[in-house]
């Protein structure tokens, strides 16, 4: 059966020379009989959006070649219950310590993802010395041709009721694509949702970590910093979180 890839990107005063305000993204992998639903579900995404209302919408889609579809686990899930900012962030250090970021990759994150108002994909970081690995400035790496499979995803939800929230399900299928990448050390993540300032640090070893409050509600900044090995081939890195297409499950 022909699978579809789909990617939709929102954003606001898109004449502007810089392309506007992010406003929202969206990914997903659907068979021909469920298009219309999933592009009805990134649609809604794109219009009901605490960041702005969006004046160009994007979606695209396109037919994915591969026959065999690998399948990931999605990552184990753990919750740390935070209760300001600062002891957020330092919950998020020590879990990026542990996966062995170094320090100073860890500052240099934490300054980009800071003072990003505007980033749409993620930001490549050397785990080691902090250097950005990518060239793609404010457009970053978008990951895509991710999606969970229909099924494992309605176990996955009985067993964790407390995360209803599509946000989140999207958020660990992206992760867990990441995580499985060669070269990938660990992820830094907080939304650039004025209005939801739960992040989250996620590693092949961690797993996906959620922390209450990344950052301060009503601030505008977020995004994603991967941090990667010295040795990583960003080429072939980037070809494989935007083009690849796994299921979750
Ligand atoms: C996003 O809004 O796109 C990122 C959400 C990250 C956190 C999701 C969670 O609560 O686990």
Known sequence: ???????????????????????????????????????????????????????????????????????????????????????GRKQAADLLRQSSVSDAAIERGFEILTSSYNLRGAVLLDSQSGERMDTRGTKGVRVSRMDWERMSHAIWKKRQPLLESVRVSEAVALATKVASAAGTVAELCWSDDPEYSTGYVSSPTKGYCRIFHLKEEGELSGGRIFFVTAETNIADYIEYLEKMPVWIG
């Open 1 to 87: 059966e022909p699978l579809y890839s789909l990617r939709m990107r929102a954003a606001e005063g898109r004449a502007h020379e810089d392309g506007g305000l992010h406003i929202s993204g969206g990914e997903r992998l659907s068979t021909r009989e469920e298009l219309e639903e999933a592009v009805s579900a990134l649609l809604r995404k794109a219009l009901h959006h605490s960041r702005g209302t969006a004046d160009f919408i994007n979606i695209a889609i396109e037919k994915v070649a591969q026959e065999e579809i690998p399948v990931l686990a999605p990552l184990p899930i753990s919750t740390y219950c935070t209760t300001s900012v600062q002891a």
